[in-house]
């Protein structure tokens, strides 16, 4: 048998669909290999993935040097090098100091009740439908309003951050874009860029008390403080605060509606959620890798890797290697130890982890215990992005019982704003018309 020596095939659409089978290909080669397709290392072995994540021989800056970037893609290129997430220290950790106590577990846990109001709305309005395309009607739309919430960032103007944000992370996710579709990323951040500008330096709009918005607008406001940085970070905020929670919502949906048994657990078993979202997160991560590069030559699992060499840490092999998750491919809730990588290690720790899991937590129990009969549709197979790094669906089609004329239903909790107001018009919130805002 042939072996697979490049990552590259997971593009094609027929691999999507049986992605973890050839990330077992891959590792059954090597758990570490130089694809020369894509001029970089891959990493798919849960022991070289962990231990990669924290060597500080690895640097996270993504784009070392601009001028070797495209035209097209450079404006993109030079906001995404001043995010947190594509710097290392010391400026990882003063950027993440300077809104991580928004994201902390107490802090979090206060938006509970907000989460569940947007969710009782939503699931409200598709009830008596009988029908709901899990992506578009609620893997979308909750996380987005949330997190505009936490920004202080008004209702009307909403669907175009959603608008602005796909071709973002679309480049993100994919660095074989043509020239176009990179113009296009570039453009959408700059207006992203001069939104968040004008947001947190208006007068006309003060921002909420407490909010995100205002932490920010208050650093802002420090002359040491570099604003353009702020709103760089503010980007990024508001693009991985719903992408990822929003695939991994969609994701999870699908797990569960292909493991009707384990499905009828979690209902049985309703303490086991907070569990089920780990294995989940597990199952079928909405991030899939992790771009690193050697600051100098090191060794990393018997390789040499070269100062400057790319190695793509592949999340997504790593939660399915058989040497930490026994019967990888079986969704378990009671499964035994294991850290999955779902939202990384180290200092590059998802910074809005316990965000993602509450929404989480809050949609899967609704969904269990809110729509009787819960099935795929089967209209359309679901069907997968084209993209390496983010594992989301396009569309999720499913069905199940309407409530009857004489079932009250839950009492439907005020948003205070969180969901858009075109719900109330029978109209899916924050589905921008095509090809913009």
């Known amino acids: 048998m042939r072996t697979t020596t490049s990552l590259l095939p997971a593009f094609r659409p027929q691999v999507q669909e049986r992605l973890y089978d050839f990330y077992e290909e891959l590792r059954a080669g090597d758990e570490?290999?130089?694809?020369?397709?894509?001029?970089?290392?891959?990493?798919?072995?849960?022991?070289?993935?962990?231990?990669?994540?924290?060597?500080?021989?690895?640097?996270?800056?993504?784009?070392?040097?601009?001028?070797?970037?495209?035209?097209?893609?450079?404006?993109?290129?030079?906001?995404?090098?001043?995010?947190m997430l594509y710097n290392d220290a010391p400026d990882h950790s003063r950027l993440r100091g300077l809104i991580s106590k928004a994201f902390s577990p107490r802090a979090v846990e206060t938006l509970r009740a907000r989460i569940s109001a947007a969710v009782d709305e939503i699931i409200a309005q598709a009830a008596?439908?009988?029908?709901?395309?899990?992506?578009?009607?609620?893997?979308?739309?909750?996380p987005?309003?949330?997190?505009?919430?936490?920004?202080?960032?008004?209702?009307?103007?909403?669907?175009?951050?959603?608008?602005?944000?796909?071709?973002?992370?679309?480049?993100?996710?994919?660095?074989?874009?043509?020239?176009?579709?990179?113009?296009?990323?570039?453009?959408?951040?700059?207006?992203?860029?001069?939104?968040?500008?004008?947001?947190?330096?208006?007068?006309?709009?003060?921002?909420?008390?407490?909010?995100?918005?205002?932490?920010?607008?208050?650093?802002?406001?420090?002359?040491?403080?570099?604003?353009?940085?702020?709103?760089?970070?503010c980007a990024l905020l508001l693009i991985a605060g719903h992408e990822t929670t929003t695939h991994f919502i969609g994701n999870a949906t699908?797990?569960?509606?292909?493991?009707?048994?384990?499905?009828?657990?979690?209902?049985?078993?309703?303490?086991?959620?907070?569990?089920?979202?780990?294995?989940?997160?597990?199952?079928?991560?909405?991030?899939?890798?992790?771009?690193?590069?050697?600051?100098?030559?090191l060794d990393l699992a018997g390789r040499t890797i070269a100062e400057g060499q790319t190695v793509l840490l592949v999340c997504g092999a790593a939660n399915r290697d058989p040497a930490v998750f026994p019967d990888p491919h079986v969704l378990d809730f009671e499964r035994p130890g294991g850290r999955h990588m779902a939202f990384g290690h180290g200092p590059h720790f998802c910074l809005g982890a316990a965000l993602a899991r509450l929404e989480g937590t809050v949609v899967l129990e609704a969904l269990l215990t809110r729509l009787p009969d819960l099935r795929l549709d089967g209209t359309e197979p679901p069907t997968w992005r084209r993209s390496l790094n983010f594992r989301g669906l396009t569309r999720l089609d499913v069905a199940f019982t309407p409530p009857s004329d004489d079932d009250s239903g839950p009492r439907v909790v005020s948003t205070g704003g969180s969901v858009d107001a075109a719900s109330h018009a029978g109209e899916c919130p924050y589905r921008p018309e095509p090809g913009g805002a």
């Open 32 to 83: 570490l290999f130089w694809d020369r397709h894509l001029s970089a290392w891959i990493a798919t072995g849960h022991a070289v993935v962990s231990s990669a994540t924290g060597n500080p021989g690895l640097s996270s800056v993504r784009y070392p040097d601009l001028d070797a970037v495209s035209e097209e893609l450079r404006p993109l290129a030079a906001v995404l090098s001043r995010q």
């Open 128 to 142: 008596p439908t009988g029908r709901m395309d899990i992506v578009a009607d609620l893997a979308r739309p909750l």
């Open 144 to 233: 987005l309003a949330i997190i505009c919430d936490l920004l202080d960032v008004p209702e009307k103007d909403r669907p175009a951050l959603t608008a602005w944000s796909e071709p973002v992370a679309e480049a993100i996710g994919n660095s074989r874009l043509d020239a176009d579709r990179n113009r296009e990323a570039s453009q959408s951040m700059a207006d992203m860029l001069a939104y968040f500008r004008e947001l947190l330096t208006s007068s006309q709009t003060p921002a909420a008390p407490d909010s995100l918005r205002a932490l920010v607008a208050a650093q802002a406001e420090n002359s040491d403080q570099d604003l353009d940085e702020l709103l760089a970070n």
């Open 254 to 297: 699908l797990a569960l509606l292909q493991h009707p048994d384990a499905a009828d657990q979690l209902r049985k078993r309703p303490d086991l959620i907070p569990a089920a979202v780990e294995e989940l997160l597990r199952y079928d991560a909405p991030v899939q890798l992790m771009l690193r590069r050697a600051r100098h030559d």
